[in-house]
Each structure stands twice: as C-alpha cells, then as structure tokens.
C-alpha cells in the first residue's frame, strides 16, 4: 500500500478504534437495566390508569342503570299508592285489582334483583379501582427509584462520553473526506465496525473479510497482495478491508 494512503487508514483506523469506545459505552447505557425496570414499570403504571379510566366509565353506566331503575320503582310505587286510594265497585272491579297488584308485585321483585346486582357490580368496580389506584401508585414510586438509578448511571458516563466526542470531532477534521464518507455511509447501515482487517484464510496468500469472514474473490486478494492498492471491498457486507502490513 502507497504510503500516503496506508497513513490515512491508520488515521481512519484510529478515529474507530475511539468510535469503538463511545459506542460501547452508550450501549452500557442503552442496556442498563434500570432501563428496561423504568419502561417496564411505565407500562404498568399507564395500564393502572387506564384500568381507572375504565372503572370511572363503568361506574358512570352503573349510575344510569341506577337512576332509571329508581325512577321505576318510583312510578311502580305511585300506581301502587293509586290503586290502594281507588274504592272498589264490583267484583269484577277487584279481580282486576288483584291482578294488577299481583304484576306490580313482580315487579318490584325484578327491580328488587337488578338493585342487587348494580349494588354488587358497584362493589366489584370499586375494588377493581382500588387496585388499579395501588398498583398504580407502586409502579409511579418503582418508575422513580430505577429512574434515579438510570441518571446516576448517565451521569458518571457524562465526561468521558464528552471528552470521547471532543476527541473525535477534533480527529475527524484530519481524517480524509473521500474516506470518511465511506466510513459514515457504512456506520449508516449499520456496518459496524466500517474498517477491517484481512483475515488470513486457510489458502496461501488468501484472505477473508475481517467483518463478515467471507472468503474473498481472486480480484480482492489481488487487491490486497503487495502488489496491489492494499485495500477493497468486502462484495458481501462491502465493509472497507484493510491490509496494512
Ligand atoms: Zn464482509
């Protein structure tokens, strides 16, 4: 390899071995898991409030049923006040009496059973609201203690995740464009680290890419050989192959 190049990818190689360290410890941070406690109890506390939000709208239907139900016994009762005020006439007079006094007593004890089961689904949704209320309050407290823990974990990564920044922006304005271009447009795509080494391959004078362990074609270890401009593409991954030596 020419020698003006061979410095530009020990420049290259340099920024990434730095790239290396900040990605290692963001993904520290990433991992953390305090992390996945936060977001784990983020979603239970948003679930207890929508089980909250559930028992308000079912405690309103329940209200409804309420009312229109004492409305009806309400109205029951003013027919049954009615028909004991009315004086009877004849006999037939009373059997219809009897019979309507006989459905209204039906009535009531319809009423009677759906009273009963307002009463006990208001009893079930309170409880169910208490829970939610509890559980709730648990998950917002648990939320706060691993998010303590998270920011304790961020904070003493802050200088080092700012002193590896500063280094890198200062090395970047050494590195060559052409190939830093390269080099971003690989980290885009998630290529991970963009340089690597030839990989000696079982083969005399044959290599491997250093990235994907794919054996390289004839024209790339071509490149690669002394002879050659010492570096290629990997066909596969198409990570930049270096062979400094
Ligand atoms: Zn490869």
Redesign the pocket.
């Known amino acids: 390899m020419d020698e003006t190049l061979k410095q530009k990818f020990k420049v290259l190689l340099a920024y990434q071995k730095k790239d290396i360290e900040l990605r290692k410890i963001n993904l520290t941070l990433e991992r953390d898991a305090a992390l996945a406690e936060m977001n784990k109890h983020k979603r239970a506390f948003n679930e207890a409030k929508q089980a909250i939000s559930d028992c308000e709208q079912t405690a309103g239907g329940l209200l409804e049923q309420f009312a229109s139900l004492q409305k009806y016994i309400d109205d029951n009762e003013a027919l049954l006040a009615e028909l004991e005020a009315a004086e009877t006439v004849g006999e037939e007079d009373l059997e219809s009496r009897v019979r309507r006094l006989e459905s209204l007593k039906s009535k009531f004890q319809t009423a009677d059973k759906k009273m009963h089961d307002i009463d006990e689904k208001s009893k079930s949704v309170c409880k169910r609201r208490g829970d939610a209320l509890k559980y709730g309050n648990a998950a917002k407290q648990k939320f706060g203690e691993a998010r303590d823990k998270h920011n304790a974990l961020v904070g003493s990564k802050a200088d080092e995740i700012a002193r590896l920044k500063a280094e890198l922006d200062q090395m970047r304005q050494q590195l060559d464009q052409k190939l830093f271009e390269e080099y971003t447009s690989l980290v885009n795509d998630n290529k991970f680290p963009p340089v690597v080494p030839a990989a000696p391959s079982d083969k005399k004078d044959m290599f491997n ?1 250093g ?2 362990g ?1 054996s390289l074609p004839q024209n790339s270890n071509a490149k690669l050989s002394a002879q050659g401009q010492g570096w290629c593409r ?1 066909e ?2 198409r ?1 930049m192959i270096v062979h400094l030596s």
Do not use: I, K, Q, Y
Request: glycine share 12%; aromatic share 0%; with cysteine.
């Open positions: 890419c990235g994907c794919l990997c596969n991954c990570r």
